[in-house]
């Protein structure tokens, strides 16, 4: 017996040793599925109260009957949290029992040249990765993209963004793509970095990529939120906000997706400053907001397709998020997402949902995209991308290339019957 227990404490030894902790003592996500209104606003409470993160929904609010939730709890919530949902028969079972293994894998790092390999795109990167990045390419570019400084953050980070532009043409119009407007979705600054690597050794030689880069300049904006960006590579994986400081509140952030000017703090956000889809004071309260806002409002002629990036859940969502009305354009924005939808499926065998983003998820006022819509850019999407909540906001860096080329090819899909919208009719061109 004896011999058993040395050689099983040796077997862990090492994970103990980088850990710091016990196997049994991990952070964890749990899926947890209340049935009555009772167990509904117990798991209220425990959201609320204790230390966890809700991960799926994005608050308590939108907590209900028959409805999965997805909660991060931290070690030392673990039991108290577990016992409660025993006590009170909450069905409930653990996604993800090593959070603190795969925050580990996602942040090792062994290259932050991206010159070293394609390998340098299927990790992620801290915020100093990604400006070193940027300064890279133009540099290794300079015919081809350039750096605009839209404005900075809160706490006076820079906010770049790349413009792509492989052509001369005249009167040419562009494509806007936003990632890491919420800080812990990490594969999304992934895929904007992916997408300017992509556009640059495919221009030419995919079919695709090439008309669309001959058609269209392309603005990336990388991370939207840099601070956030920033806090959870240094302190809080979690973190989903920005970093900006209440005058009412010792609670921190504002949810940048709830702060732009679409039926700006009604339901679907939040007026209380800890809530995680805070609205802030009012709209473009925030300087990451504004100075998107006001390139946008400065470009708005230009740039006729708008994509924002997010994750997790497998969704192309298209206006409105903001209410249940329906865009004007409506069945073309479901029939680009359709084809989108179907040409993941077919190429990577995957299945995104697809909808105006009210229906199909929930109400959520003050986002980039309906405020997009509005300002005239009628091509507007939010990509959520990998996974369902396996990995959910801890997707490990194996899965950034298929997440990636996933995202890629609705852009593209979507993208080409733009441009094609944006072709003049025969018609105009026929006689009487």
């Known amino acids: 017996m004896k011999t058993v227990l040395i050689v099983f404490a040796l077997m862990n030894l090492d994970k103990l040793l980088k850990t710091g902790r016990c196997i049994e003592t991990q952070d964890q996500i749990l899926s947890i599925t209340p049935t009555t209104q009772q167990q509904v606003d117990i798991l209220k409470n425990v959201s609320t109260q204790?230390?966890?993160?809700?991960?799926?929904?994005?608050?308590?609010?939108?907590?209900?009957?028959?409805?999965?939730?997805?909660?991060?709890v931290p070690t030392s919530s673990l039991a108290t949290v577990k016992d409660l949902l025993q006590k009170h028969d909450i069905r409930h079972e653990v996604l993800l029992d090593n959070a603190n293994e795969l925050i580990e894998m996602q942040t090792r790092n062994d290259s932050t040249d991206p010159r070293s390999g394609s390998t340098f795109y299927e990790r992620y990167h801290s915020l100093e990765d990604i400006y070193y990045w940027i300064n890279l390419t133009i540099?290794?570019?300079?015919?081809?993209?350039?750096?605009?400084?839209?404005?900075?953050?809160?706490?006076?980070?820079?906010?770049?963004?790349?413009?792509?532009?492989?052509?001369?043409?005249?009167?040419?119009?562009?494509?806007?793509?936003?990632?890491?407007?919420?800080?812990?979705?990490?594969?999304?600054?992934?895929?904007?970095?992916?997408?300017?690597?992509?556009?640059?050794?495919?221009?030419?030689?995919?079919?695709?990529?090439?008309?669309?880069?001959?058609?269209?300049?392309?603005?990336?904006?990388?991370?939207?939120?840099?601070?956030?960006?920033?806090?959870?590579?240094?302190?809080?994986?979690?973190w989903r906000k920005n970093r900006s400081l209440s005058k009412v509140s010792s609670c921190v952030g504002v949810d940048l997706n709830r702060n732009f000017d679409a039926n700006w703090c009604t339901e679907g956000a939040s007026d209380y400053p800890c809530s995680e889809i805070y609205c802030g004071e009012f709209p473009e309260s925030e300087p990451e907001s504004q100075a998107v806002a006001d390139f946008l409002r400065s470009h708005k002629?230009?740039?006729?397709?708008?994509?924002?990036?997010?994750?997790?859940?497998?969704?192309?969502?298209?206006?409105?998020?903001?209410?249940?009305?329906?865009?004007?354009?409506?069945?073309?924005?479901?029939?680009?997402?359709?084809?989108?939808?179907?040409?993941?499926?077919?190429?990577?065998?995957?299945?995104?949902?697809?909808?105006?983003?009210?229906?199909?998820?929930?109400?959520?006022?003050?986002?980039?995209?309906?405020?997009?819509?509005?300002?005239?850019?009628?091509?507007?999407?939010?990509?959520?991308l990998q996974d369902r909540g396996e990995y959910g906001f801890l997707l490990p860096p194996s899965h950034i290339p298929k997440a990636c080329n996933e995202a890629l090819i609705a852009v593209k899909t979507i993208a080409l019957k733009v441009i094609e919208k944006m072709q003049p009719s025969r018609s105009s061109f026929q006689t009487v």
């Open 50 to 72: 204790y230390e966890t993160s809700l991960w799926q929904p994005v608050s308590h609010q939108y907590i209900k009957e028959e409805t999965e939730v997805h909660l991060f």
């Open 139 to 238: 540099q290794d570019n300079p015919s081809r993209v350039k750096a605009i400084l839209l404005g900075s953050s809160y706490e006076k980070r820079p906010l770049y963004a790349l413009k792509l532009s492989f052509s001369d043409r005249p009167n040419k119009k562009a494509m806007w793509i936003d990632c890491g407007i919420h800080a812990r979705e990490w594969i999304s600054p992934a895929f904007c970095l992916w997408f300017v690597q992509y556009s640059l050794a495919f221009y030419m030689q995919n079919q695709d990529i090439t008309q669309i880069l001959d058609n269209l300049d392309v603005y990336v904006l990388p991370v939207l939120n840099p601070d956030g960006y920033h806090y959870t590579w240094t302190t809080n994986r979690m």
């Open 301 to 384: 002629n230009t740039i006729q397709l708008y994509f924002s990036i997010h994750s997790y859940s497998q969704m192309l969502l298209f206006p409105y998020s903001c209410s249940l009305e329906e865009a004007e354009n409506h069945n073309d924005l479901l029939e680009m997402a359709k084809q989108a939808a179907q040409n993941i499926k077919r190429y990577y065998r995957n299945i995104y949902k697809y909808g105006s983003g009210a229906k199909t998820i929930y109400l959520a006022p003050g986002g980039s995209d309906d405020w997009a819509y509005k300002l005239g850019i009628k091509y507007s999407y939010t990509f959520e």
